[in-house]
């Protein structure tokens, strides 16, 4: 059902040709002379990637965007580095959305004095602001922002517009600050790849198992990681544009930088029907054009899927999984003993009753599940069905105002509520461990985005387990009216109603503060007792001298396990507060260890005596190393190593906790997404590579690494290290990875706060 090609294509009226020795003869027989890059200049996403580059080089691309989108859990951070770097106004529309902090009533007013900050902010930079669960963010960037042809830059990760004819990408707090302060977005021009789609779905088969399907395919491969996945094909006629919708949001998952769709008169419709006529742009292949890689989708072969935990690509056949429930049940208990340790009490097995499944509860919620069709659909399995009296509950969350009124108009809502289900507002909490956590030992399936350990809000550290898997909201429905027995949407008879949908703009029009480039510069910023200023941070010495705090063997690394989401979202306006979570669901001795690092570093700024004996036994050896070795002139800070680390959510504090506790470096095999480790330099902290996977250093090791600051500035792309331990030195050599020029100079400042207040 999905094809990866082992080359490049191109793809000729309609025709796909792969790329090899006799590449040229075919192309000339099908009427084609032109080169490879002249090709790839034919793809939709070159012409829009061009379009807002500012670097004259389309190698190396400078982007600015012509829309920005924040939410409750990144904005106030966001704004407050803005302030600190000498922000004016927003340059471009910015929407500050309310969809996380909005139900998690978490340190009393912490919530509500965020989103006054964000209002206040809109008012003197002017912004948009878009009051608590109104919309979530995706929405509403659907909704009111997406256009064709458009670039939009979200804190999120799961900004994604590609059905629309908008290339939008998700990316760390830092990024965004860049483009309030009229700087680009700088990377390489990125590799795309062609995502084919042919056929047509069958009925009951909905946009979450496309994306499942496609996600368990290329996710463990890096097929698509930070390259732009563009949907191209005949089968996109048969999607409407909220299925288009619910399998882009989770290209995501692939590890793919962003995503683009040939676009239609269904999309030339939806803008229509969102009063935004003019906002559409038609985006179709109209000559030869090169990809780097093909994904080939015969939409009629994929049938139900479902994501086990505690990865959107641990998917399997929902009718798989009920033929042989034992075994691949047992597959994720033992899976689960990698991340949480043999020790961990969990089990799936127990819900196996009378040969099925027996599902806890279900959710369908947020920018993946929360859609006008997803929630039509489930009322139309529901109808007449009840989901019973029993462990068993469900939740549904319309991802806007606008769709739960036209919901409510036409009568879904009333027939969802019939059933037991509860109908809720909109709301993102399901997908990150703020809303409707389960009972300890519970069996969740949700449409919504992600299932990492802990995204659904239990706290395995103090015996609390629980576990999500990832569905389709027919399948999701289907399941409910057989009261928990998890069930395809494939096994049940149904005929779907397919209402149309109403868009009410009046909704936001009577809400959503809009002061698009109309700036109140004497109002005042609104600050809570919980939103905290960046700590100082210092700028990067000649030498370092780093601790390895943290040591995870994990495949990949998590920014859930870097930061935990949940409720821990509601301090993110404090730097400091925030960081006490920092890794610990992961490592509960990371905290205090990287404290004691911090603790080291302000005893050197002070010049007093060091008071740590294992640092002062690394000292000894050193000096006895390195006759130039100054200890006081040595940069002291803490460090991770991770295999993979940064897969997962855009959010900087994954990296911003690391560096208030004193962090100077992440050391990993390879880093999962871009955003990452682009926020990790945002940080001022330095992205090291060691390729090896026996690695020669372990927690409670020193590195000191000698003459950084000019390797960093020379552009070198290695650097001689020193492994310092009981057992003396041990000379390895770290890799530093690309970096722009702006990326090296970030660094060296201590992060981008100090880059650009550096005169």
């Known amino acids: 059902m999905i094809k990866l090609s082992n080359n490049g294509v191109y793809i000729v009226n309609g025709k796909v040709f792969e790329d090899g020795a006799d590449i040229k003869e075919r192309l000339v027989g099908e009427g084609v002379n032109l080169t490879k890059e002249e090709a790839k200049k034919n793809t939709l996403s070159y012409e829009i990637l061009e379009a807002h580059n500012k670097s004259g080089d389309m190698n190396s691309l400078k982007l600015k965007f012509d829309c920005l989108a924040s939410h409750d859990i990144t904005f106030v951070g966001i704004v407050q580095t803005a302030v600190a770097s000498g922000i004016k106004q927003f340059p471009v529309p910015y929407a500050l959305t309310n969809c996380h902090n909005s139900l998690c009533a978490v340190g009393g007013t912490i919530n509500e004095d965020d989103h006054m900050f964000g209002l206040s902010s809109a008012k003197k930079f002017g912004g948009m602001y878009v009051p608590p669960n109104l919309a979530v963010i995706h929405q509403f960037a659907r909704e009111v922002l997406a256009g ?38 700088d990377v390489a021009c990125p590799e795309v790849v062609a995502v084919r789609l042919t056929g047509e779905p069958v009925k009951g088969v909905g946009p979450q198992d496309i994306a499942l399907a496609i996600i368990g395919e290329v996710f463990e491969k890096g097929y698509v990681n930070n390259k732009i996945m ?51 742009k038609e985006l179709k292949l109209t000559a030869p054009a090169y990809y780097d890689g093909l994904i080939e989708v015969d939409l ?48 799936l097995t127990d819900k196996i009753k009378n040969g099925r499944i027996q599902v806890d ?20 399995i529901l109808k ?46 399901p997908c990150f461990g703020a809303g409707d956590v389960p009972a300890n030992g519970a069996f969740s399936i949700r449409h919504s985005t992600r299932n990492f350990p802990s995204r659904e809000g239990s706290k395995p550290g103090s015996g609390q387990m629980a576990s999500v898997a990832l569905m389709d909201a027919r399948s999701i429905a289907a399941t409910a009216a057989n009261r928990g027995r998890l069930t395809s949407a494939c096994e049940i008879d149904v005929e779907y109603s397919n209402p149309k949908y109403f868009y009410d703009g009046k909704i936001y029009d009577n809400r959503v503060f809009n002061g698009v480039g109309k700036p109140d510069f004497s109002a005042e910023l609104k600050y809570g007792p919980n939103i905290v200023p960046w700590p100082k941070m210092e700028k990067l010495a000649d030498d370092i001298l780093i601790k390895i705090v943290s040591e995870i063997h994990d495949p990949v690394t998590t920014t859930d ?17 925030l960081a006490e979570f920092t890794l610990s669901r992961k490592d509960s001795d990371y905290v205090g260890e990287a404290k004691k690092v911090r603790s080291m570093e302000e005893e050197r700024l002070a010049g007093k005596a060091f008071t740590d004996d294992k640092l002062n036994v690394a000292i000894a050896i050193l000096q006895a190393y390195d006759d130039d070795f100054k200890p006081e002139l040595t940069e002291i800070g803490s460090a991770i190593y991770a295999v993979k680390p940064g897969d997962g959510s855009a959010r900087e504090q994954a ?45 409670g090791d020193f590195i000191y690494i000698k003459g950084i600051k000019s390797v960093i500035e020379n552009g070198e792309s290695t650097v001689k290290a020193v492994i310092v331990n009981e057992n003396g030195t041990k000379e390895i ?10 990326e090296k100079d970030i660094i060296v400042s201590g992060c981008l706060i100090n880059y650009n207040n550096r005169g």
């Not at 505690?310 to 003993?337: C, G, Q, R």
């Not at 509860?361 to 139309?380: K, M, R, S, V």
């Not at 050599?733 to 702006?742: N, V």
């Open 384 to 429: 007449g069905k009840y989901i019973g009296n029993d462990e068993f509950s469900m939740s549904l969350y319309p991802a806007s105002q606008p769709i739960y009124i036209e919901l409510v108009r036409n009568g879904t809502v009333a027939t969802l509520m019939e059933t037991g289900a509860v109908v809720k507002s909109a709301f993102c909490g």
């Open 230 to 280: 563009e949907f191209i094909g005949d089968g996109i006629k048969h999607l409407s544009v909220d299925y288009r919708i619910g399998i882009d949001v989770m290209t995501t998952e692939t590890t793919c930088l962003s995503s683009i769709w040939e676009t239609d008169e269904k999309v030339k419709e939806f803008y229509e029907i969102h009063k935004r006529p003019e906002d559409y």
């Open 148 to 185: 064709g042809g458009r670039m939009i830059l979200g804190s999120d990760s799961h900004t994604r517009y590609g059905a629309l004819g908008t290339m939008a990408i998700g990316e760390g707090g830092p990024e965004l600050v860049k483009q309030l302060l009229g700087q680009t977005y």
């Open 733 to 742: 050599e770290l890799s530093l990875g690309a970096m722009t020029d702006e």
């Open 361 to 380: 509860q279900g959710i369908i919620a947020g920018c993946a599940g929360g859609g006008f069709e997803n929630l039509c659909a489930a009322a139309d």
């Open 300 to 347: 009629s072969k994929i049938r139900p899927m479902i994501a086990m935990p505690f990865h959107p690509s641990n998917t399997y056949l929902i009718d798989e999984l009920n033929k042989n429930p034992k075994d691949i049940l047992h597959d994720v208990e033992e899976k689960a003993k990698i991340s949480f340790g043999k020790d961990i009490k969990f089990s």
């Open 655 to 699: 990296a911003s906790c690391q560096r208030v506790l004193g962090g100077l470096a992440n050391i990993a095999r390879s880093y999962a997404t871009k955003r990452y480790r682009s926020n990790v330099m945002n940080w001022g902290m330095i992205p090291f590579i060691y390729e090896d996977e026996n690695i020669p250093f372990h927690k």
């Open 561 to 577: 396990e870097l930061i935990p989401s949940g409720e821990t979202s509601s301090y993110r306006s404090n730097p400091l507060g």
